[in-house]
């Protein structure tokens, strides 16, 4: 029938009257064959109507899987396949054509039986364990008692499960049940066969379709010569052209009301397609969409199938003539109109990664403080191998070891350092997923938890190989895991490929060598010995010229390391009392917190010995504890460690033990299991979460208990000596208030309780408390100290007492932020000035809550009394700076615009004032002209707002009547 034309039939209900069928028919007839291959179609049609009605029991949310979904594809096909071509095919090749596009999805249809043994079944539960997002929701919902939220999400898995299987089960299901009384009624094995294998291809990547041995081109069935390879991709692309809105009817998309982000967009998708146009020559799709996202949904389809056309065009044509010329498709194209409906512009903006630019964040130094942080790197990954391995096998014994080698080539020296471990080791599967992929950990995979060994894992973030390349230009890793075959990985680049050998490894376990960059320089030992603080395994290091093994270094201190040379004959004196966490029953936290005291005459814990002093600085103005001497810097042991490895910065207001001077504190402490916090992605600080503060107020309160036994009756009995413990052991209040907000509210009052501050009342010395000062003096004033901490001058003394004879004066270390500390009055900053005296002296008045100055309201300055309580202001403690009076006119004019001005008026207006209140430059006291030249820039500013006019502004002009002389210098006023 070379040369016929077939027309199409008019559409309407039933099998008979479907193009293909009735070429099927006819082609029967010229054959000279019986209708048996019709009547099979026929019989098949009734049958997989039936099984693909079941679809919607599991795919409830899914776009229509039914019936008319492969009558649409037959249609599809009868479009885009020319006409010349279809006169060629044989009636065995339509009714396949036919019968794959009735049974490809059959495999989508699961019955109960089949769910309950696929929930049970290896290769699903492997399947899940890769829907990470969706295992944890689950998870989260069961201990939440949302049964029916963790069931959604389980139905959800196991759809994408049948979907991405569904062409495997359909070749299964038609081999298992082509014929017999509840089949297929396909009588014919070799057909079923045939059938089953173009269905499963609709899913199989394009390239399987190349292989002759599946898809023959000149296939032998019952003396005729079939095409799998043309029935195979006709069926792919019939079918992926079925995305109109005939598969998702409107009125079923409002009645089910898909749930599922991902059902949501395949049924608006289909809405959006009014109509997919199919001819021999071109596809045409056009949609008016109600939203970007379905928008670019059908734009992907688009360009699915214009690739899917690509791939099969190509594929035909690369058949031999003979072949090529029979069995072809002319389509040209996929054209596409796919608009919005108005209410948003289309675009396909989003955010993306510059790969190099993210690699060398991970292996810079703007992540990393240091380029030989790998070493610290390499040696949690080989101890967690070796935890884990220990976990499985009682009586193994983990070793790790470092070698620098350095080796002699016609290229010049080559230097590396070889990290060996006999940890569990890698097979191809952990390598590709895990090794390869950065940000996936193994130990904190689905894959590891699976296998129920439990221990302390280190690793987290899964970055870390990264930071070789700050030491290395090359890398390469040998590894052997047990019962797998040996691996070799050699990476020459970060952004290489890897090139993957068989290993030579004998040792079950892991080695990685370095080959180092030449500017990189490493004290091997002295690096790792600062690392692996608690490490459970040995560490064996050989540098070429020296070796060493590090082992736990344990909690306990040699003080006399620590110790100014100069005393360090009289070390038999320190008389340290030490909490052992330990001890406290606080799981997870190992180590000791040491508080130095001295012996004092009864033996007890004192401040000063026979031959000691226990203050910043020592009798004789040298420094007990750490200091420089000579060049030879020693610093007081404070370390902190997580699962045995050095946590190697921790900002003073990060964590617990961080409030606390360190002058005359030595800790060493270990975080393991429950007590672990989560630290940042270098490790070289904490992360201030629930974990932390959970951990903080536990900590806070065994230092707390021991502080109240050193102050019980047999340890430090007097107010003096309460006094100098927080003088010595907390200077953090007085030199950084700023770190007391970040105490809990349990330390901060049991602080409150235990505080002495020492004050000067009627020329006698009395210790008092918190409440005491609160509750008896309306207001109380202090003295910065300047020379030796803790001792006030007798001339100033006697000039204090003189001129506030009534009143308490703290001149103790702790009462220069003493405000901070008493935090709850936020009193008004008095400056008092004398000038029979010669002094300006700083008080703060406590006043009650109902008087506390509106907080909300920024002002500048502060409130002065005395002899010159009208001038502009006078000089701070703290350099060169102003400090303003908040009641003379200038002042009162500026607050009282601070809000006047918004945008860059605004930032111009606090740079005027910030710059008129800072009177150091070029190490010289500013005289008066310049600070007038600068008072300028803000009148002028005013009167260009309209604040002020020019007259007024010169009644505000500042002159040498404003500022206290005797604290502005002999130069103040010098031209």
Known sequence: MEGMTIKSTKMSRGIEIKDFFELLKVREKEEGNETTLSATVKNVAKQAGAILSRIPVIFEEYTLHDISHSENVIKNMWKFIPEEVKAKLNALEIYLLILSAYLHDVGMAVSKDEEDKILKSEEFL?????????????????????????????????????????????????????????????????HARVIAKICRAHRLDIKDLEDKSKFDRDYSLEGNFINLQFLAVCLRLGDTLDADKRRAPKILKEFINPRNPTSKQEWEKHLSVPEVGIT????????????????????????????????????????????????????????????????YIYNDFKFSLDNDKIFNLFMGTSLYTEKTVALRELLQNSIDACRCRKAKEAEYEGKISYQLVKENTDEGEIRKIIVKDNGVGMDD??????FM?????????????????????????????????????????ETLKEGREPRKVEIENYSDYFVTRKGSRTELGTTITLFLKEDVEVDLIDKLKVYARHVEFPVYIDDGE????????????????????????????????????EKEGLEGVKGKLIFMFLKDENGGY??????????????????????????????????????????????????PFQWIDPTFIFFDVNLEGESKIDLAIDRNDVVTNSKFNNLKPKIEKIIIDHIKKIFSQKHLVTDRDKNRFMEH??????????????????????????????????????????????????????????????????????????????????????????????????????????????FSLNKYLLVSSAEKRDKKKKEYGFTFEGDYKGCFGTLTTEGFQIAPNINHPFMRLVSKNIDTFKAMDKKKYEFFIEKLLRMFKFRYLMPLKEIQRIQKYLL??????????????????????????????EDFLKQ
Request: proline share 3%.
């Open 429 to 434: 599967y952990v390598i590709e997923n895990y």
């Open 126 to 190: 492997k399947f899940r364990d890769k829907h990470e997002r969706e295992v944890d929701l689950i998870e989260k919902y069961k201990e939440e008692g949302n049964t029916r939220a963790a069931e959604f999400y389980e139905k959800q898995i196991f759809m994408d499960y049948i979907r991405e299987h569904h062409h495997e089960r359909s070749y299964d299901y038609i081999m298992n049940n082509y014929n017999g009384e509840k089949g297929l009624k396909i009588d014919d094995e070799s």
């Open 940 to 969: 002028d500013f005013y009167v260009e707002k309209g604040i002020l006019t020019k007259e007024e502004a010169e009644i505000y002009v500042l002159t040498e009547k404003d500022f206290c002389p005797y604290d502005m210098g």
């Open 546 to 581: 020296n070796a060493e093994t590090i082992v736990d270094q344990g909690y306990d201190f040699n003080f006399v390391d620590y110790m100014n040379p100069l005393y360090k004959q009289y070390a038999d004196e320190l008389n340290p009392y030490v909490i052992d966490f």
């Open 729 to 838: 052991f907390f200077g953090v209040f007085s030199e950084h208030p700023i770190y007391i907000r970040t105490l809990s509210d349990f330390f901060f009052q049991s602080m409150k309780k235990l505080i002495r501050f020492g004050c000067s009342v009627n020329g006698g010395i009395k210790y008092l408390t918190y409440d005491e000062l609160k509750d008896r003096w309306e207001y109380f004033s202090f003295i910065e100290l300047r020379g030796h901490l803790g001792i006030i001058p007798e001339n100033m003394k006697n000039v204090i007492e003189k001129a506030y004879s009534e009143d308490p004066i703290i001149y103790s270390v702790i009462e220069e932020k003493l405000p901070e500390i008493l935090r709850e009055f936020s009193g008004d900053h008095i400056i008092v000035t004398n000038k029979e005296l010669g």
């Open 437 to 477: 992929r950065i940000g996936e950990s193994y130990y904190q995979s689905r894959d590891f938890k699976k296998e129920g060994i439990q221990f302390s894992t280190i690793s987290v973030f899964g970055i870390g190989i990264l930071s070789c390349f700050m030491m290395a230009d090359k890398i390469e890793v």
């Open 280 to 343: 021999e020559e071109k596809i045409k799709i056009n949609a008016t969409c109600k939203s970007p996202r379905y928008q670019r949904g059908l734009l992907e389809l688009v360009r699915k199938v214009e690739n899917e056309r690509e791939d099969i065009i190509r594929l035909l044509k690369d058949n031999p003539p003979a072949i090529s010329d029979k069995y072809y498709l002319t389509l040209k194209g996929v054209e596409q109109n796919i608009e919005t409906d108005g209410t």
């Open 606 to 655: 004192g401040f000063e010995s026979k031959n000691l002093l226990l203050s910043k600085l020592s009798s004789a103005g040298e420094e007990l504890f750490g200091g420089s001497h000579w060049g030879y810097e020693v610093r007081n042991p404070c370390f902190l460690s997580q699962d045995g490895i050095l946590i190697k910065k921790i900002e003073r207001l990060e964590f």
